[in-house]
T-cell receptor, first 115, second 111 residues
Framework: DVKVTQSSRYLVKRTGEKVFLECVQD?????MFWYRQDPGLGLRLIYF???????EKGDIPEGYSVSREKKERFSLILESASTNQTSMYLC??????????????FGPGTRLTVL | EDQVTQSPEALRLQEGESSSLNCSYT??????LFWYRQDPGKGPEFLFT???AGEEKEKERLKATLTKKESFLHITAPKPEDSATYLC????????????FGTGTKLQVIP
């Protein structure tokens, strides 16, 4: 079974802090994704990566950056956390190569609260 | 712009009362449609992928179908453990692995 793990289930940070969310997948997947999920808005894509050191902006990249130094690990960085970044953050991975289609497998999520 | 709309937003069923959830989509070219189940406080769990109109997939009490404009998730004789939010997502042709998610249908099955 595919396993996607996230570094924290719950996180509380202060406004202005730099925040790192880590995601690791163990199935040698090419693609990795970061979403945020808010009530009434569904899942919104922040960034995705289709290869090591490659990244693409999603629908809401402002205020976020990402890093993928190794194939199995994808990090989301909040450079200066703000209260409107309080949300559930979900990491996902999928097998396929560019242009193919494959289901995404999700981690358990990180509930981030910014005070 | 690609759009995915799920209805109803919430559905309450008695145990054993069959029903269907709807996912309608407007995309430039469908490459794949995905159904997920999400329990409170957890990440979505993959259920099905549908690729072309007319295709059907089944898993226990769940059956997913696909037309050119919408997909249905049929739930037959549901049990309380089927209570969850069901998410639909579409992937369009020509892009990378990006998908667009609907906002989900929250299903509650009452004993």
């Amino acid at each position: 079974d595919v396993k996607v793990t996230q570094s924290s289930r719950y996180l509380v940070k202060r406004t202005g802090e730099k925040v790192f969310l880590e995601c690791v997948q163990d199935m040698d997947h090419e693609n990795m994704f970061w979403y945020r999920q808010d009530p009434g808005l569904g899942l919104r894509l922040i960034y995705f990566s289709y290869d090591v050191k490659m990244k693409e902006k999603g629908d809401i990249p402002e205020g976020y950056s990402v890093s993928r130094e190794k194939k199995e690990r994808f990090s989301l960085i909040l450079e200066s956390a703000s209260t409107n970044q309080t949300s559930m953050y979900l990491c996902a991975s999928s097998l396929g190569f560019r242009g193919s289609y494959n289901e995404q497998f999700f981690g358990p999520g990180t509930r981030l609260t910014v005070l | 712009e690609d759009q995915v709309t799920q209805s109803p937003e919430a559905l309450r069923l008695q145990e054993g009362e069959s029903s269907s959830l709807n996912c309608s989509y407007t995309v430039s070219g469908l490459r794949g449609l995905f159904w997920y189940r999400q329990d409170p406080g957890k990440g979505p769990e993959f259920l099905f992928t549908l690729y072309s109109a007319g295709e059907e997939k089944e898993k226990e009490r769940l059956k997913a179908t696909l037309t050119k404009k919408e997909s249905f998730l049929h739930i037959t004789a549901p049990k309380p453990e089927d209570s969850a939010t069901y998410l639909c997502a579409v992937q369009v042709s020509g892009g990378y692995q990006k998908v667009t998610f609907g906002t989900g249908t929250k299903l509650q099955v009452i004993p």
